[in-house]
């Protein structure tokens, strides 16, 4: 059975500060995706990896999928009020690409 | 643009009866999916269709039917609600496979008493 978990599972931060979530397995994935949830909303996208070993940036967050594409990360630089949410991973099975599998999130708590 | 349409937004039943979901999403993506979130536990997959007339079970699909008439609906039905199916339920579309985007709906707050 393929399990993403999260880590930590919640985090809180003061604005400003820099943090790193992470995503592990251990099976493969052949792409990772990461969403933020806000209260009372669905998960919204932020990015999706695909290659071993790639980094994505989208402004002050880093993506990286590891070599082996087996665990993923997300690292926040300069951390806003406006980045508290629930974020979550995840990845299609390997065994039938339909059906994502998701990680528990972790809570993210930015303070003014 | 709407996106995906969930109804209602909450919902309060008794033990027994019976509901369905509603979602519906104006973007003509053929992949339609139900999703369960329970605190600690992320999104658990119920059922998915890859196109109309095509359904089949997730991770969690006991307890719930779906039908995909239309592309443009998917509706899932709780035949007999129980006190454990008491969570937040979401519905999703994308264009194809895993790796396309997901557009979630906001969510049903379903509570079985």
């Known amino acids: 059975t393929q399990l993403l978990e999260q880590s930590p599972q919640f985090l809180s931060i003061q604005e400003g500060e820099n943090l790193t979530v992470y995503c592990n397995s251990s099976?493969?994935?052949?792409?990772l995706q990461w969403y933020r949830q806000e209260p009372g909303e669905g998960p919204v996208l932020l990015v999706t990896?695909?290659?071993?070993?790639e980094v994505k940036k989208l402004k002050r967050l880093t993506f990286q999928f590891g070599d082996a594409r087996k665990d993923s990360s997300l690292h926040i630089t300069a951390a806003q009020p406006g980045d508290t949410g629930l974020y979550l991973c995840?990845?299609?099975?390997?065994?039938?690409?339909?059906?994502?599998?998701f990680g528990s999130g972790t809570r993210l708590l930015v303070r003014p | 643009n709407a996106g995906v349409t969930q109804t209602p937004k909450f919902q309060v039943l008794k033990t027994g009866q019976s509901m369905t979901l509603q979602c519906a999403q104006d973007?003509?993506?053929?992949?339609m999916s139900w999703y369960r979130q329970d605190p600690g536990m992320g999104l658990r997959l119920i059922h998915y269709?890859?196109?109309?007339?095509?359904?089949d079970q997730g991770e969690v699909p006991n307890g719930y039917n779906v039908s995909r008439s239309t592309t443009e609906d998917f509706p899932l039905r709780l035949l007999s609600a129980a006190p454990s199916q008491t969570s937040v339920y979401f519905c999703?579309?994308?264009?194809?496979?895993?790796?396309?985007?997901?557009?979630f709906g906001d969510g049903t707050r379903l509570s079985i008493l």
């Open positions: 999703a579309s994308s264009y194809g496979q895993g790796y396309q985007p997901q557009h």
């Open positions: 099976s493969v994935f052949s792409s």
């Open positions: 990896v695909v290659t071993g070993g």
């Open positions: 995840a990845g299609p099975r390997m065994d039938s690409s339909y059906k994502l599998i």
């Open positions: 973007m003509n993506h053929e992949y």
């Open positions: 269709s890859v196109g109309a007339g095509i359904t």
